[in-house]
């Protein structure tokens, strides 16, 4: 048995099998992602989902998914499954014997004497799915018929039956295109061996997300079916089915899908599972390099790159892929701001950490490959840069004050990770002086310093360590305000204070930061992360669930996130050394039972606050794993 399976009674289990969803990426952008039943429970989901530069760079669900039907002696039997009102249809899920992720999806039917083995698999740079059936086993003869479900749509939105599609399509080799719309790209559906497509257009009406329902969004579309195609299948046979945005030799797919099967690496274990994900947030399209935030639905931001970028590559000893995705970053920087998030051609710069964050993912390239020079020759022009546009004052407020603490904030927005916005406004505003901004700009003028011998950069990294305990410290209290406006200083316990203990350069006493760590291991560490904030706080919230407010209400205020807790590994060994071992390497295998929940062989955005710690949010977060990773390492290197 592989390392991540499920059996029949699990698959058959729907409220066990639609709460596990595979995603699976590839460098194009495409992705695919479905439960592991292929019951699609979100807007999201979608055999193959790709970039569409034409119309708005985003991601649109092309091929939302596929009704396999078995053939025998005239009677059929469906193995695909949807939702609508009321009931799922047809409910192929009973035929299903066994998943298994090992190397990639495997799904095993059982209909009578007939064993059928579904893979999935997307081709490693170009914009196209294979979908491989074998028969494994049959008594009489057998035929498959496949039903392709088109959506053509933002995979934001919901497609709606309409009459402005375009119902005519071509003729391929072993298949057919379709261009359902001008504006996209044509969907080009073949088949490796000789087969007919059989025209019979028709709208599957009210196909339900029961995800969106939960969320509180629209939840109902409507999805084209064109047709089918027709085979028959031998036992021992196998037969591929593929879905792109070219045309594809039929007689090259077997050796392409064999190919493709020898890239991945196996998700044998833990580890593999990581570092199999890492590789799916890695876009490489039209000459640049971007980090995906996560899946499904977010795009890149420029904060999670820096964050996500060292523990997604330099971990693995891929330090060109690390430099090729700075360089990227580096092309969007507008004065001293990077964009906070890039999806398509839309980007907003609110982002009063991600130009600070920057220096430290130069930092860690620099101390996995004692590679200083290279930094020099293509950053240090940014570098410099971003500090005389904080130290110069830019949008959003953001200006260093006298004392040399960094201000940032404007009434409607929030410019730090903790950035929900509800209608009333940010849930977590923080204007001011906020405690891990100031770390990090401390940070950001000592590396400049070690790379320049800048004196001018040293006398204001000077400045702000003089300021920084006496502003933030309290003995009482006995931990760091999360953030400074004036005279108010804000003491909620939050995992901000963490950074103040963990980069490459401090200002706070051992003593001090020993009692910051102290206290967010009693009140914010669990065993999925650490909770964003302490739940004696009466704004404290323990479950992420509702509507679009309700969430953003909880997200920053209870709810755990993992990409702290690399962090706070990372200031405890500076503390303690060898002897935290043991107490690192617990935390860490711990999150091998996320493997087989939520985002299946990847690790979740975010998790309740109080247990059992549900998964919640993106099904796979490019900081989550990445911090995971980079943990991994550190307690390696003690």
């Not at 196996?266 to 876009?283: D, I, M, Y």
């Not at 500090?387 to 260093?400: P, S, W």
Request: proline share 5%; glycine share 8%; charged share 25%.
């Amino acid at each position: 048995m592989s390392y991540i399976h499920f059996d029949k009674t699990q698959l058959i289990n729907l409220n066990y099998s639609l709460e596990r969803e595979i995603i699976r990426s590839n460098r194009s952008g495409a992705y695919t992602s479905t439960s592991i039943i292929c019951c699609n429970t979100r807007k999201y989901h979608g055999l193959l989902v790709v970039p569409q530069p034409k119309i708005d760079s985003q991601s649109h669900v092309m091929l939302s998914t596929v009704h396999e039907t078995v053939i025998q002696h005239g009677a059929s039997f469906n193995l695909g499954i949807s939702k609508f009102p009321g009931n799922y249809s047809p409910r192929g899920h009973k035929y299903l014997e066994d998943f298994d992720s090992e190397p990639i999806p495997k799904l095993t039917y059982r209909v009578g004497g007939v064993l059928l083995e579904k893979e999935l698999i997307l081709d490693t740079n170009r914009d196209r799915l294979m979908i491989r059936y074998t028969l494994l086993d049959a008594h009489s003869p057998t035929k498959i018929r496949i039903q392709p479900f088109l959506a053509f749509r933002g995979y934001h939105d919901l497609c709606k039956a309409n009459t402005h599609i375009n119902k005519k399509f071509k003729r391929a080799p072993n298949g057919a295109i379709f261009h359902l719309y001008d504006k996209y790209d044509p969907l080009y559906l073949q088949v490796s061996k000789k087969v007919e497509f059989v025209p019979a257009p028709d709208w599957y009406y009210n196909v339900e997300y029961i995800l969106e329902r939960e969320r509180g969004y629209d939840y109902q579309e409507d999805l084209y079916v064109p047709g089918y195609f027709e085979f028959e299948i031998e036992k021992g046979e196998s037969v591929i089915f593929s879905a792109g945005l070219t045309e594809a030799d039929p007689k090259t797919r077997q050796n392409a899908f064999e190919k493709e099967i020898a890239r991945r690496i196996p998700r044998s274990n833990f580890v593999n599972c990581l570092k199999n994900s890492a590789g799916q947030f890695l876009r490489q399209r039209d000459g640049d390099t971007r980090v995906i935030a996560g899946y499904p639905w977010f795009g890149w931001w420029g904060r999670d790159t820096f964050v996500a970028a060292p523990g997604l590559t330099l971990t693995t000893g891929d330090s060109k892929t690390f430099l090729d995705i700075m360089d990227t970053m580096s092309r969007d920087l507008k004065g001293p701001l990077f964009p906070n998030v890039g999806s398509g051609v839309t980007t907003n710069m609110n982002s009063i950490d991600a130009p600070l964050w920057y220096f430290w993912a130069l930092q860690q390239y620099i101390k996995y490959t004692g590679d200083s020079k290279t930094i020099k020759d293509r950053y240090l022009g940014k570098m410099k840069g971003i500090i005389e546009g904080y130290l110069n004052g830019t949008d959003f407020n953001i200006h260093v004050l006298e004392n040399g603490l960094v201000y940032g904030g404007e009434e409607g927005k929030a410019l730090t990770w903790m950035d929900a916005v509800t209608p009333d406004g940010p849930v977590t505003p923080r204007i001011g002086c906020p405690v891990e901004i100031q770390a990090l700009w401390y940070n950001a003028l000592c590396f400049y310093y070690e790379l320049t011998g800048d004196e001018d950069i040293a006398s204001h990294a000077a400045k702000i360590s003089n300021t920084f305990e006496k502003e933030f410290w309290s003995e009482e209290h006995g931990y760091l305000a999360d953030y400074i406006d004036g005279e108010e200083k804000d003491w909620a316990i939050r995992p901000n204070m963490i950074f103040a203990t963990s980069l490459p350069y401090v200002m706070l006493s051992d003593d001090k930061c020993d009692a910051v760590l102290e206290t967010a291991k009693s009140k914010l560490l669990t065993t999925r992360g650490m909770r964003s904030l302490s739940p004696d706080d009466p704004a404290y919230k323990g479950y992420y669930f509702g509507d679009q407010i309700s969430r953003d209400q909880a997200y920053h205020n209870g709810t755990v996130w993992v990409w702290p807790l690399g962090h706070f590994v990372e200031g405890y060994i500076r503390l303690h050394g060898k002897s935290s071992a043991n107490f690192i390497n617990k935390i860490v295998k711990g999150f091998d039972g996320v493997m087989t929940q939520y985002g299946v062989g990847a690790v979740a955005e975010i998790y309740d606050g109080d247990p059992p710690h549900r998964p919640k949010g993106a099904i796979s977060q490019a900081w989550s794993v990445s911090e995971l990773l980079r943990m991994m390492d550190l307690v390696k290197k003690i």
